[in-house]
């Protein structure tokens, strides 16, 4: 069974300040993504990653996979309240033949910008 | 342009009572997957499906059921309800190929 752990499981900041969230695995990964969640909603794909070493930028948050395809860090510059949200990693593995795109999650943080 | 849709958004079931869970997607996508999500445990895969009249079980099926007779609908069959079972649901689609799941908006079910 393939495991992903996230830290931190909780996150509270300033606006202005930055962060880093991290996900981490024994295994290794075909793919990494990271999803945004807010309350009531479903989480909605904020990137994809699938390359050992890749680094994608959107806007203030930047992704990066691990060389190794076992971890994965998503860092936000100058973080605005419109960033508070619970926070995804999951990770996509084609072991044994294809996965039929099942996910591995993570755990999520609770990230909360205060104004 | 709906995506996935859900329904119900919320429900309360009796211990015991049965329900079904709906889940449409508009977008002829090939696979489709439920999930539960319980806080602090990310989310956790039921069964899956990667095309009519195809189905599996995903980590965690035990209480559950499912059917996929077109590609559009993939309903989540509870049929004793459990205490257990109390949790937020998710069904998602992907297209063959493509690296990213659209989720449905999820049904808050809580067994009393």
């Known amino acids: 069974t393939q495991l992903l752990e996230q830290s931190p499981q909780f996150l509270s900041i300033q606006e202005g300040e930055n962060l880093t969230v991290y996900c981490n695995s024994s295994s290794v990964f075909s793919s990494l993504q990271w999803y945004r969640q807010e309350p009531g909603e479903g989480p909605v794909l904020l990137v994809t990653?699938?390359?050992?070493?890749e680094v994608k930028k959107l806007k203030r948050l930047t992704f990066q996979f691990g060389d190794a395809r076992k971890d994965s860090s998503l860092h936000i510059t100058a973080a605005q309240p419109g960033d508070t949200g619970l926070y995804l990693c999951?990770?996509?593995?084609?072991?044994?033949?294809?996965?039929?795109?099942?996910?591995?999650f993570g755990q999520g943080t609770i990230l909360t910008v205060h104004p | 342009n709906a995506g996935v849709t859900q329904t119900p958004k919320f429900r309360i079931l009796k211990i015991g009572q049965s329900m079904t869970l709906q889940c449409t997607q508009d977008?002829?996508?090939?696979?489709m997957y439920w999930y539960r999500q319980d806080p602090g445990m990310g989310l956790k895969l039921i069964y899956y499906s990667v095309g009519a009249g195809i189905t599996d079980k995903g980590e965690v099926p035990n209480g559950y059921n499912v059917s996929r007779s077109t590609t559009e609908d993939f309903p989540l069959r509870l049929e004793l309800a459990a205490p257990s079972q109390t949790s937020v649901y998710f069904c998602a689609s992907i297209d063959r190929g493509r690296k990213g799941y659209t989720f449905g908006s999820g049904t808050r079910l809580t067994v009393v």
């Open positions: 990653v699938v390359t050992g070493g």
């Open positions: 977008m002829n996508h090939n696979y």
């Open positions: 999951a990770g996509g593995s084609n072991a044994g033949g294809t996965s039929y795109g099942k996910l591995t």
